[in-house]
């Protein structure tokens, strides 16, 4: 079993950074491939990044590509999402999640454990 902790939410002013991190239990943090997904009030969850097990390949979605960066530190059970040139438009619940395939994937159905989510809210 593995829990994740997401923090580092907030209210941001568009325009604004914020940096997600989310720890997780476990003495296999390093094997699985995490991602981060996030989700509107009346949309469906959509998935933002992923990274894989050693950090070496990391993958975002079109929406925020060149303005977020995953990253994680295994020897820190953490993975990290620093968001920069927030948009209102990028107001949701952000959650990370384990895949413990390893390998590493954008599709929301191959995540195993979620964490419970943590606000970020971009003012206009």
């Known amino acids: 079993q593995v829990q994740l902790v997401e923090s580092g939410g907030g209210l941001v002013q568009a325009g604004g950074s914020l940096r997600l991190s989310c720890t997780a239990s476990?003495?296999?943090?390093?094997?699985?491939?995490m991602g981060w997904f996030r989700q509107a009030p009346g949309k469906e969850r959509e998935f933002v990044a992923a990274?894989?097990?050693?950090?070496?390949?990391?993958y975002y979605a079109d929406s925020v590509k060149g303005r977020f960066t995953i990253s994680r530190d295994n020897a820190k059970n953490t993975v990290w999402l620093q968001m920069n040139s927030l948009k209102p438009e990028d107001t949701a619940v952000y959650y990370c999640a384990a895949d413990v395939s390893v390998v590493v994937t954008t599709q929301i159905s191959e995540y195993d454990y979620w964490g419970q989510g943590t606000q970020v809210t971009v003012s206009s």
């Open positions: 990274i894989s097990w050693s950090g070496r390949s990391t």
């Open positions: 476990g003495r296999t943090f390093s094997s699985y491939a």
